[in-house]
């Protein structure tokens, strides 16, 4: 487990947060179909808080694409480096969710987040901005809506609907159990919208969520407990979708600083 400090030349204010997000969401790739789903490597990303000793703890877990087998995993622990702002959430995740793909002892290849890309008040999310800072292909897979709105898809698993900020298609809604509730897909960085929902299907076997999702949540809170030495009672919120507490709500490689792209 990778300890890590809060770090230098972060944002310290929603004002100097939302300049970054704006000077960096023009680096968002669009025009890259990703990798073929059921292929290479998938890396799942997730986060556990415990508020009241100000740490979070973060997840890497890389499957392989065919099997769904874990190939490698990491975690980090640090000091939680930004307030709780809707909308702002990759300042108080990055850091740490950086440190644990930098820990893992191969490439990542795709990131799944637990979270928001393009859909994103700002259409720059969690998967968007770890996309840009790291030049990996990411996208967001969420568990609710957040603010848009869709229609639900047809009851068979593979069914999607446009997820909605007026007219504009920020993600969709996809099926990955028949009958259940959808999840939400949206692109984050070097992800084609069609391809991101293939790759969700082809992480979804068994259960509504992704592999990469359930097994790096399971190992954060796993490296919480660890680090507190207790189970913290951790307050995970979403900026997933909607919020459940402080913690979370508002959107969600290589070590690198929050406001500097590897790859232009």
Not at 48 to 64: F, I, K, N, P, T
Not at 91 to 105: K, S
Request: hydrophobic fraction near 40%; glycine fraction near 12%.
């Amino acid at each position: 487990m990778t300890s890590v400090r809060i770090p230098d030349g972060r944002p310290t204010t929603e004002e100097a947060a939302r300049a970054v997000q704006e000077g960096l969401r023009g680096r968002v790739v669009l025009d890259e179909p990703g990798p073929p789903p059921g292929t290479g490597r998938v890396t799942g990303v997730d986060v556990a808080y415990d508020d009241e000793r100000d740490l979070v703890a973060a997840a890497a877990v890389v499957l392989d694409g065919a099997s769904l087998e874990v190939v490698a995993e990491a975690t980090a622990v640090g000091r939680i480096s930004f307030p709780y702002v809707p909308g702002l959430l990759a300042f108080r995740e990055i850091p740490t969710v950086l440190a644990a793909l930098d820990a893992l002892p191969c490439p990542p290849g795709l990131v799944v987040c637990d979270g928001y890309g393009l859909a994103h008040p700002r259409r720059f999310g969690l998967a968007s901005h770890l996309g840009v800072l790291t030049g990996l292909p990411t996208i967001g897979v969420a568990k609710n809506p957040f603010t848009f709105t869709f229609t639900a898809p047809a009851t068979p698993r593979g069914s999607t609907a446009p997820l909605l900020a007026g007219t504009e298609e920020v993600g969709r809604a996809l099926r990955t159990r028949d009958s259940v509730k959808p999840v939400f897909v949206s692109v984050g960085h070097r992800v084609g919208l069609a391809n991101a929902c293939a790759h969700t299907l082809a992480l979804t076997p068994a259960h509504r969520l992704p592999e990469t999702t359930r097994r790096a949540d399971a190992l954060c809170r796993r490296a919480l407990r660890e680090a507190v030495g207790a189970d913290p009672g951790t307050d995970r919120g979403t900026d997933r979708g909607l919020p459940s507490g402080p913690g979370r709500t508002g959107d969600r490689g290589p070590r690198a600083r929050l406001d500097q792209p590897d790859r232009p």
